[in-house]
């Protein structure tokens, strides 16, 4: 599996943001999908994660309330909506794949794609 995020910028906080995640190569419904982010000096964090079917989704607590992860299988792509976004979540994200059940732990996570960056100014 192929993946690539996009949607990331440059924005000032309590700004919005979407980003979107396309994976190829297999039927991206077999996965577990979920995002991650790592800002300068620090490890890669867990953001969020959504099941196969889509009824099923976690989030960290810092952006829980504030971020949505969705996805469209008919589409073959994958959400992450950002709303009031602070300082704090300048990274670069991650989307990332896997099959079986849905984790938060970055090491079970199979595939991985670039990242985008996303800045958010005060």
């Known amino acids: 599996v192929q993946l690539q995020a996009s949607g990331g910028g440059l924005v000032q906080a309590g700004d919005s943001l979407r980003l979107s995640c396309a994976p190829s190569?297999?039927?991206?419904?077999?996965?577990?999908m979920g995002w991650f982010r790592q800002a300068p000096g620090k490890e890669r964090e867990f953001v969020a994660a959504?099941?196969?079917?889509?009824?099923?989704?976690g989030y960290s607590d810092s952006v829980k309330g504030r971020f949505t992860i969705s996805r469209d299988n008919a589409r073959d792509t994958m959400y992450l909506q950002m709303n009031g976004l602070k300082p704090d979540d300048t990274a670069v994200y991650y989307c990332?794949?896997?099959?079986?059940?849905?984790?938060?732990?970055?090491?079970?996570?199979?595939?991985w794609g670039l990242g985008t960056q996303v800045t958010v100014s005060s």
């Open positions: 990332a794949a896997k099959r079986g059940v849905m984790v938060d732990r970055k090491e079970r996570y199979e595939y």
């Open positions: 190569g297999r039927p991206f419904s077999a996965y577990v």
């Open positions: 959504i099941n196969w079917s889509g009824d099923t989704t």
